[in-house]
């Protein structure tokens, strides 16, 4: 089994969704709409296009009804889909243990608000997917550094410490909700300490590997587009960004069938009845054009 089937990927679905009441009063901010599908999507398609066919939901008793009627069990994607009760939003890393008896190798985590686009994404992903130990965290410059998480960089672009949401400058390479860990992920979360807002913070988990020389830093670069969609206005713009994406280019964005499709988790044939079953919608209709593509490609028409 390679690295990236035996790993765990967790999406941490919890939380109030306070910032963006009322639209979570009766809803799961992960269901709420990015332009033309769930925002759960986004975070369960960048898991997939890492290889990874383990995923675990994390959330509240609340919720995960609700997120499972969403995705189900992913056998018709190809994946096991399995759904953990948060009791309390005690911090990221908390997701974690509460994955416990899930895990039995490596682990990815991402925030399920939490969009990524970029070319060759899909590659960077895998490459972080297939080593077995340390972590691999990512970065990107942004323009408000003392609202994220930052890593600080040595002359030589490597990670020499990280700070969380800086109160004065001390670089702008914020590190998104994106995180991969090796098999000894569990063991080093279960020595976490409540900060002082009560949480088991990541960034301290982080800071473990990067003590002992085990963390490893990807920049993403100045082509990548990450949304935290965590207000109003970021949930507007993120919907903004991926029709113009899609409209323009005619290819839609975190479409997990597709995905599935193209990772070679489900055939043409699974891929075809999995597009029969959907209602009509525009959807289906781009689903429906992949599959004849599909069909061509095979007889030679394309």
């Known amino acids: 089994m390679s690295v990236q089937a035996s790993r765990l990927g967790i999406i941490l679905a919890g939380g109030t969704g306070s910032r963006l009441y009322p639209l979570t009063s009766m809803v799961n901010k992960q269901?709420?709409?990015?332009?033309?599908?769930?925002?759960?999507?986004?975070?369960?398609?960048t898991l997939m296009l890492a290889g990874i066919r383990r995923v675990a939901i994390v959330s509240t008793p609340q919720w995960l009804p609700e997120l499972r009627r969403c995705l189900g069990n992913g056998e018709h994607l190809g994946i096991e889909i399995h759904y953990v009760v948060q009791p309390s939003p005690d911090g990221i890393a908390q997701a974690i243990l509460l994955c416990a008896s899930l895990i039995d190798g490596p682990v990815a985590l991402i925030l399920g608000d939490n969009i990524f686009?970029?070319?060759?994404?899909g590659d960077m992903l895998r490459k972080a997917a297939e080593v077995e130990d340390g972590a691999t965290i990512f970065a990107l410059p942004v323009a408000k550094p003392e609202r994220f998480g930052i890593v600080v960089l040595d002359d030589d672009g490597r990670p020499l410490r990280l700070v969380e949401k800086p109160k004065?400058?001390?670089?702008?390479?914020?590190?998104?909700?994106?995180?991969?860990?090796?098999?000894?992920?569990?063991?080093l979360a279960r020595t976490l300490r409540p900060s002082a807002r009560g949480e088991l913070e990541i960034t301290d988990l982080n800071r473990i590997y990067l003590?002992?020389?085990?963390?490893?830093?990807?920049?993403?670069?100045?082509?990548c587009a990450w949304l935290d969609c965590g207000t109003p206005e970021d949930l507007f713009e993120a919907g903004q960004l991926v029709r113009v994406l899609e409209e323009r280019?005619?290819?839609?964005?975190?479409?997990p069938e597709e995905v599935a499709l193209n990772m070679g988790f489900i055939d043409d044939a699974q891929f075809a009845a999995l597009v029969a079953g959907m209602p009509a919608s525009s959807y289906a209709d781009y689903l429906s054009v992949v599959a004849g593509e599909r069909t061509?490609?095979?007889?030679?028409?394309?």
């Open 249 to 255: 280019t005619g290819i839609k964005i975190a479409c």
């Open 31 to 45: 269901i709420l709409p990015v332009y033309d599908k769930p925002l759960i999507y986004y975070s369960l398609s």
């Open 168 to 187: 004065t400058f001390v670089g702008n390479h914020a590190v998104p909700g994106l995180y991969f860990y090796g098999a000894d992920a569990l063991e």
């Open 117 to 121: 686009f970029r070319t060759g994404l």
């Open 296 to 302: 061509r490609r095979e007889v030679g028409v394309l």
């Open 211 to 223: 003590e002992r020389g085990d963390l490893r830093l990807e920049m993403l670069g100045r082509g």
